[in-house]
């Protein structure tokens, strides 16, 4: 029997504890391009820590999965923060967990609202992409440098992952 998680919406303040929500909202924002532009100003902070570290910035493709899904790994990056910056205006799910003293604690699941990103802190525990629908192109904002920056961790048990009644 797995356990049953209903996806909430992505809001700055429930994703706070995990990382950072990408999107046009907020006060940081500002005119630019004598007034032909809006800057949305210092959404993310992009982490690189460890040996020859820098930022990358990738496009990642990826494929929708059926729900309900079943969850039954996690990763992190503990050398760098990871963000995904949608290209589309479609929603994506999220899954992140609290570190426990033995892995990675029960996980929680938000939907983004079209058009938002998220930026998921160094060293917390996330399910992989997971687009809605149809394939989705993403920019992602990441780590590379030596060492490896990838743990991934195998639940005893996997987790279902619900989409919300009204999603799509």
Partial sequence: ?????????????????????????GTNHYPINGGKAERYHDLATAE???????????????????????????ERHPFGSQAFIPLSPRPFVVVVCHDSDDGPGEPHAFITAPGQGINYSRNLWHGVLTPIGETQDFLVVDRGGDGSNLEEFHFSHAYEIRLPDRTL
């Fill in 48 to 74: 690189a820590a460890g040996p020859n570290a820098r930022v990358l910035i990738s496009m990642v493709r990826g494929t929708p999965y059926d729900f309900p899904l079943k969850l039954s790994m996690v």
């Fill in 1 to 25: 029997m797995s356990t049953v998680i209903v996806a909430r919406p992505l809001t700055r303040e429930a994703f706070a504890e995990f990382g950072d929500v990408i999107d046009a909202g």
